[in-house]
């Protein structure tokens, strides 16, 4: 194992991430193994037997006990890791609103995979995208690189705001693929992330009352207090991006422009999908096509202002969502259609279920699609890539 401050090692993306948690120096990572998320966890603990992660590691029966866990550590002002996938997060679900709720901002990895039934192990963001309106910040990352980067910035941000946050990768093509990544060195990440001191927590020298139950208008405007800080993240996002590329010389930006300048066709996604983007907005822009990519890592809250401001003089957007909300389509779709809504001269916005259950789309597919989409009426409903 290379020890940090080597230049680059290769690393998968779910050990880029153990990584990532054991520079942030969590006190507590409950933890229970579910495909393919395990190999975090298994390297964390061997992090702790070497005596190289000072955190109270809990394993328990479910991941349900698993969040159970992280909420009441949470509380008492000490900084949490877990990571999960798939049924593991849906089982978590109601203890999600429950984290958020309690203003515990823990950071959790989420590795993308099918819903069941049926059962499958393959790349599909539904897990996450379906848990949007839980007051978690969601972030989604293309590489191993940035996966270990968006741990640290993502502690960086629920910490200023109070709100939990979880950092999603694609199963396999991100989660087990080897990558060169940057190690930083403990003193950078010490620099920049400073230690987790809540203003407000369980101590019997200062009592207060938590979980009790409240008016309804107490409710409500617990509510307000939960968008006000959503309302910040994104401008918090941004700086914490712009500070860790002072320390490392790595930006990924909230929303990113990708040969977007004079484009009129733009390709909008989330993750490890934005490889695949790329290379077909290579090759249209060398057969002399003008497209370009959006890339979202932020998805909740959304970035609209950014996302307006990056697809300004676009005529066509297209949406490719690797997930599936039946009866709507694709989840990024309706989102992006909601946050132009009003816009002058608005592109039109076309939304493909591409990569559902992780179904492999080539960027010569994705090539295709933009002559055919060029001139249509905007796509209400998503259509299917096969």
Not at 347 to 361: E, K, Q
Request: a negative charge.
């Amino acid at each position: 194992m290379s020890r940090p401050g080597d230049p680059r090692v290769l690393l998968t993306g779910n050990h880029a991430v153990a990584w990532g948690a054991r520079l942030a120096r969590p006190q507590v990572a409950p933890v229970y193994p579910i495909t393919p998320q395990t190999p975090v966890l298994e390297l964390l603990t061997e992090f702790q037997a070497a005596g190289e992660f000072d955190a109270e590691i809990i394993t328990v029966e479910s991941e349900h006990s698993v969040m159970s866990a992280c909420i009441p550590a949470s509380l008492t002002g000490t900084r949490v890791f877990t990571a999960t996938a798939s049924q593991g997060l849906l089982l978590m679900h109601e203890l999600l609103h429950y984290a958020a709720g309690a203003r515990a901002p823990i950071v959790m990895a989420n590795v993308n995979r099918t819903v069941a039934s049926p059962w499958a192990f393959w790349p599909d963001q539904t897990d996450s995208l379906a848990q949007r309106d839980t007051g978690w910040i969601q972030y989604y990352v293309e590489s191993a690189q940035e996966a270990l980067d968006t741990v640290l910035q993502a502690y960086r941000v629920a910490e200023q705001v109070l709100l939990p946050a979880l950092v999603n990768l694609d199963a396999f093509y991100v989660s087990h693929a080897l990558e060169p990544v940057a190690l930083p060195t403990q003193a950078e990440v010490d620099a920049y992330l400073p230690p987790y001191d809540p203003p407000h927590r369980i101590d019997p020298a200062q009592p207060e009352s938590w979980g009790n139950v409240v008016s309804q208008d107490m409710f409500n405007r617990h509510r307000q207090a939960i968008e006000a800080a959503m309302q910040r993240v994104p401008a918090l996002a941004a700086e914490a991006d712009r500070e860790w590329a002072t320390t490392s010389g790595r930006s990924w930006g909230v929303v990113e422009r990708y040969r977007c300048d004079g484009a009129r066709c733009v390709f909008v996604t989330l993750g490890s999908m934005c490889g695949t983007a790329r290379e077909a907005v290579d090759a249209l822009r060398a057969a002399g096509e003008a497209v370009g990519l959006v890339k979202l890592r932020l998805f909740r809250p959304l970035p609209v202002a950014a996302l307006r401001a990056a697809l300004v003089d676009v005529d066509d957007v297209i949406v490719l969502d690797r997930n599936h909300s039946p009866g709507v389509g694709g989840v990024l779709h309706q989102e992006l259609r909601a946050a132009l809504y009003g816009v002058p001269a608005a592109p039109r916005v076309h939304g493909l279920l591409a990569g559902v259950g992780g179904v492999n789309v080539s960027p010569a597919r994705l090539a295709s699609w933009v002559n055919e989409c060029r001139g249509r009426v905007p796509l209400a409903e998503s259509t299917w890539v096969r």
